[in-house]
């Protein structure tokens, strides 16, 4: 007779039980209970039971029902662990994202793709599925999708470029529910509506020394207003522009020095980036050394503002909220790229008096006060 070949269960963390006391052991957060509940469904988590003859156990999960209210723990309570998920875990949603997963296989071996199967839609009711369950980045995958005016959601077209519909056609409002679009067809009325602020940003651009470019929280309550910005230089059919206020309060990073290889590098050209500016206004960035976003060095510090009180910062009332420190006069530090010579812990940054001078990259109090170059 072939011998049984007896699987293990691999829980939260890549860790992988044998055995029924390893897995009690190792049930201690509500991700793990979210993987026992994938088990669970697709009925390998009985099987596993059975398998090793844990007939009670395996007995037990016959009576839990994943419609019931308290089905997480009693799904605990079944296979004898004490821990208490202190949340319940989405059934209906893991059904989904087991589901989806599947599907995007059959079409797609890219696994950044797979790995979003939670919150990916190919359908209408897909669509309107994940919203329901509070997804605030949604892939659309498919041919048209009509959009509601939820809050704070950004979509993002994969495998082509789906076509999209929404009610509002106003710009100005549309923007203020925060929706942000990527690799999308959009409508032409919005389309259109944002080909024309592009136009008049750069026409402004040309003749004066400020312009309102992208979007960012800048109020105590989160709100979403334009970024204004400062213009530095102008060359040929660009500028460089770096935004008139501190937009946050960050550490530069917990180790490194080096702006290369800093925490405040990768989350203003991804985070920052991709949450302040829309797919037509990327157009119009440049990168600069591999930057769409960047700080100021010592250096451009020093060229660009002619004296202290014209390098001196305010922070938005959102990056107040998030820490930033304000000084009796109202301004702020802000952040420089250059590093210390011989330290490998300090920067150059800008105090409240507009003196460079160096700090500590640890500090959160500090403000993020980007800049980039625009094209004309």
């Known amino acids: 007779m072939a011998r049984k070949i007896k699987f293990a269960l691999e829980i939260a963390d890549g860790i992988f039980v044998s055995n029924l006391e390893d897995l009690q052991k190792h049930i201690k957060t509500n991700d793990d209970v979210k993987k026992l509940v994938e088990y669970f469904l697709d009925g390998r988590l009985e099987k596993w039971l059975f398998d090793r003859y844990y007939e009670k156990e395996a007995k037990a999960l016959q009576s839990v029902d994943k419609d019931d209210p308290d089905f997480t723990c009693k799904l605990c309570k079944a296979i004898g662990t004490d821990y208490a998920p202190s949340e319940s875990v989405n059934v209906a949603l893991i059904e989904y994202e087991k589901k989806m997963k599947k599907n995007l296989e059959d079409v797609t071996s890219d696994n950044k793709i797979i790995a979003n199967a939670d919150c990916t839609a190919s359908t209408q009711s897909d669509l309107d599925f994940l919203i329901k369950n509070g997804k605030n980045i949604i892939y659309l995958w498919g041919n048209l999708f009509k959009l509601p005016l939820v809050h704070n959601i950004s979509y993002i ?60 929280p800048q109020s105590a309550n989160g709100a979403t207003q334009s970024i204004e910005w400062q213009v530095l230089e102008k060359e040929n059919n660009k500028m460089l522009v770096i935004s008139k206020y ?107 008096g507009g003196v460079i001078q160096d700090d500590r990259i640890y500090h959160y109090s500090r403000v993020f006060r980007p800049a980039l170059w625009i094209n004309l």
């Open 157 to 216: 077209g994969i495998l082509g470029k789906p076509s999209v519909d929404i009610d509002l056609v106003d710009l100005d409002s549309l923007k203020s529910y925060g929706i942000k679009f990527e690799n999308l067809n959009l409508p032409e009325a919005i389309r259109k509506a944002e080909e024309e602020v592009i136009r008049r940003i750069t026409e402004e651009a040309r003749r004066k020394v400020e312009v309102k470019f992208g979007n960012y």
């Open 246 to 352: 501190g937009l946050e309060a960050m550490r530069f990073d917990s180790s490194s020095n080096e702006w290369k290889n800093s925490e405040i590098r990768q989350w203003a050209n991804n985070e920052f980036y991709n949450k302040a500016f829309n797919e037509n206004e990327k157009k119009y960035i440049k990168s600069f050394d591999g930057d769409n976003v960047f700080f100021l060095s010592e250096e451009e510090a020093e060229k660009y503002f002619s004296n202290n009180e014209s390098r001196i910062c305010k922070a938005t009332e959102y990056a107040i909220k998030q820490g930033a420190d304000v000084a009796d006069n109202g301004y702020s530090y802000w952040w420089l790229r250059s590093l210390i010579p011989n330290s490998s812990y300090s920067v150059y940054c800008v105090d409240v």
